[in-house]
């Protein structure tokens, strides 16, 4: 059974840092593309920041410059560095998983995690 457990959430304020872990059990972790998805209360989910299969990122515009995405494959975890963080910022963050091998994540079936909040407050 595959299972996605996110951690690291947390409450933080204007300008700090926080470092959410994703830590996947019973799937092979190499050469599946990955990412970290967001949502805010009355909002889309939307796709924060990803890793190709191949190793490549791409973020988007509204984090570029301060969240860095990494994995960890003999960990079978995935991080997002999250600096200078901003109210808008505030949401429950999900980590997901494509299901097959050498996939587009934004186009995979994907699995899911069950999200961890991150709250930006002064």
């Known amino acids: 059974q595959v299972q996605l457990v996110e951690s690291g959430g947390g409450l933080v304020q204007p300008g700090g840092s926080l470092r959410l872990s994703c830590e996947a059990s019973?799937?092979?972790?190499?050469?599946?593309?990955m990412g970290w998805y967001r949502q805010a209360p009355g909002k889309q989910r939307e796709l924060v920041a990803r890793?190709?299969?191949?190793?490549?990122?791409n973020y988007a515009d509204s984090v570029k410059g301060r969240f860095t995405i990494s994995r960890d494959n003999a960990e079978k975890t995935m991080y997002l560095q999250m600096n200078s963080l901003k109210l808008e910022d505030t949401a429950v963050y999900y980590c997901s998983l494509a299901k097959g091998l050498f996939t587009s994540l934004i186009s995979s079936d994907k699995y899911w995690g069950q999200g961890t909040q991150v709250t930006v407050s002064s």
């Open positions: 019973g799937i092979a972790f190499k050469n599946r593309a």
């Open positions: 890793l190709t299969s191949i190793g490549g990122t």
